[in-house]
């Protein structure tokens, strides 16, 4: 069976296609794989060795040849291009009084199609536009709205870990992210901290979820008085990565224990689904409104 390999596009586009001729293919190389209607071409990232099975409809095409040096030349000239037509497309949106902001220009490396991506708040009319775009660049031409996660997968930019973004490296799909993912993991309600360069929730706030979870169900909640192995006291907090608790006797003086080290729980012990969230009105976080922090849940819905 033909060798399956993983292409990424422009704007952090990626898709799987067979290496159907056999050719001597070399991974970060250009490829001309076949598109829809004709050629594209795409950075071979990645060499699959493990079999996928693929729904009909999504079965992978085939990989038509190495990217030669006139392919090469031709796609700097159609990058080029694509830079020249943005500004164009933003003239032609001002001259339609649309309101719509334009993210990118991409062309199908054989000019048989012109795609515009662009945000938008609300819905826009923009048939005008598509037949005057079709009428100067002869091609057939898509608009595709797209949102503000998007957006930043499409732009690119560095986290603020100091890495590639998620969105342009390993994430296929975006899923639900919510603040309480972030009171989870007892980080601070700031809205500075806890957004991506989209503007939205980080993507990494799902990352540890299920290891907090997992981790704070095998103790009492804090405020909880218990009795261990190394002593007795009150819960201040659960230490998730070294999986202890940290507990404060009466002398003040903290203590460590794990889960199987507690002997037993107070009876005052507080049920832990009764325990409430801290309201956002009661987050301390200088300048953060409630409505700030409330704005980044109903972005993420």
Known sequence: MAELY?????????????????HSLNLTELVIIQAERGEDIGILSKKVDVEREFQESQKPRSILRPASETDITDFDTLQEKEKINKSEILDMIKKHKLKMKIVDIEWQFDGNKMTVFFTADHRVDFRELVKELASRYKTRIELR??????EARRLGGIGIC????????????????STQHARDQDLPLNPSKISGNCGRLLCCLRYETETYETVKGMFPQPG????????????????????????????????RSSAE???????????????????????DEGENSKADIKKLDDSNN
């Open 145 to 150: 709205q797209i949102g503000v996660r998007d």
């Open 162 to 177: 100091g890495l590639r973004q998620c969105c342009n490296t390993f994430i296929a799909d975006f899923k639900p992210i």
């Open 261 to 283: 080290d507690i002997i037993n729980v107070d009876k005052a012990r507080r049920d832990r689904n009764s325990i409430e969230k801290p309201r956002l009105d009661e987050v």
């Open 224 to 255: 909880t008085r218990v009795k261990t192995k190394n002593g007795d006291g009150v819960i201040t907090r659960i230490d998730i990565f070294n999986e202890e608790a940290v507990i404060r006797d009466a002398e003040g003086v903290m203590i």
């Open 6 to 22: 993983l292409v990424e596009f422009k704007g952090s586009r990626k898709e799987y296609f067979y290496n159907t001729y056999y």
